[in-house]
């Protein structure tokens, strides 16, 4: 049996994932945030688990990673996709590689576009998407080597999951929790009715605000969140 709990912080708006295995007590967490790293460490404790690998989908530019301080309390492995490039990571994980905790297996996804290094993990019937696809919306491409190109293909892939595919973004701003596939094909407006050159033109024509926290966020997360 696995177990998955979705956790939310209401200051950054970002969604943190864990996942685990009941029979071995193995565990994993995606995109955990650093204000919030005693409930995840109480909840892990209070379940029992024995946290194996910190995943992130990216390099996030609007709050601090958990990542550096959970290994430190856990000895867990910090997981990113290979584009970002980091130092700070125990493994760069590549397009089709899996991550294994007892019986459950995630596959990884290279799905860059909102930033070079965006990976998203694919686990039984759902999908994390980081911010390369958000519910009814997807990540802006104007920083850290975000490429509106790169994103369409990306969000291409991910189109051609199965449409019952659950998706479970990094964030969402308006209190959903989770979308799919099919309404996502049918609904996101970034994507319906969007060919690729339209779509670049949409994203390159968004003028939006300079993210309020990235000049401390993303020299922090390019360490994996540790105090520089
Ligand atoms: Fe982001």
Redesign the pocket.
């Known amino acids: 049996m696995s177990l998955f709990r979705q956790l939310y912080d209401e200051n950054s708006s970002t969604f943190t994932y864990l996942i685990a295995d009941d029979d071995t007590h193995e565990a994993l967490i995606i995109d955990p945030v650093l204000s919030q790293h005693h409930r995840d460490l109480n909840l892990i404790n209070e379940l029992g688990l024995k946290l194996r690998y910190i995943l992130e989908?990216?390099?996030?530019?609007?709050h601090v990673t958990g990542a550096a301080e959970l290994r430190q309390n856990t000895g867990a492995q910090i997981v990113l996709g290979s584009s970002t490039g980091v130092h700070c990571a125990d493994k760069l994980i590549n397009d089709g590689e899996s991550i294994t905790v007892g019986n459950e297996t995630l596959i990884a996804m290279a799905t860059p576009g909102?930033?070079r290094g965006?990976t998203s993990y694919l686990w039984q019937d759902r999908v994390f998407t980081?911010?390369t696809l958000l519910i009814g919306s997807c990540?802006?491409t104007d920083f850290?080597q975000g490429d509106a190109g790169q994103l369409y293909d990306s969000l291409q892939r991910l189109m051609a999951l199965p449409g019952e595919t659950l998706v479970y973004p990094?964030?969402d701003y308006s209190g959903r929790r989770v979308s799919s596939i099919a309404q996502e094909q049918n609904l996101n407006p970034k994507i319906a009715d969007h060919d690729r050159t339209a779509f670049i033109d949409l994203m390159e024509s968004q003028s939006l605000p300079y993210p309020k926290h990235i000049d401390v966020a993303l020299p922090a997360n390019e360490a994996c969140g540790k105090a520089a």
Not at 57 to 62: K, L, P, Q, R, V
């Open positions: 989908t990216h390099i996030h530019a609007d909102h930033t965006c980081g911010d990540g802006r850290q990094a964030h």
